[in-house]
């Protein structure tokens, strides 16, 4: 995997749920500039996707297992998204905490999918 993308993901999502987390203390829902964020991190999460399986075509093999390193590939570009509309069903300051742990939850991902690849 590439290190700098998987770092530069981890980041963005624990920025989107740190500016979501402030929405929560301050009682608000998720607004437009969130879902602005939401996507920005999706598609770092989907970037990291298409790699994935470009490396794997290329005949690449994670250390801990392709079947492992393609489901937490897949969680992790579905994440914030599943997040993301949760958050829209949601229309208080709870929709707000949705999208906090879907950043949180991604941010693990990533550090997993580190761990897998062989980092």
Known sequence: MLVA???ATAVAALVLAAWCGLAFSR???TKDWHFIGMAVVTLL???QLVVGVV????????????VIFVA???GAALC?????????????????????AGGVVLAVLEVRLYDIWGG
């Open 27 to 29: 009682d608000q829902s």
């Open 72 to 74: 937490y590939l897949l």
């Open 55 to 66: 490396r794997l075509a290329r005949g690449e093999k994670p250390e801990q297992g392709t």
């Open 5 to 7: 993308l998987t770092i």
């Open 45 to 47: 999460a989907l970037v």
């Open 80 to 100: 914030v998204p599943a997040a993301g509309l949760m958050s829209l069903t949601e229309r208080t300051r709870w929709g707000s905490m949705t999208v906090v």
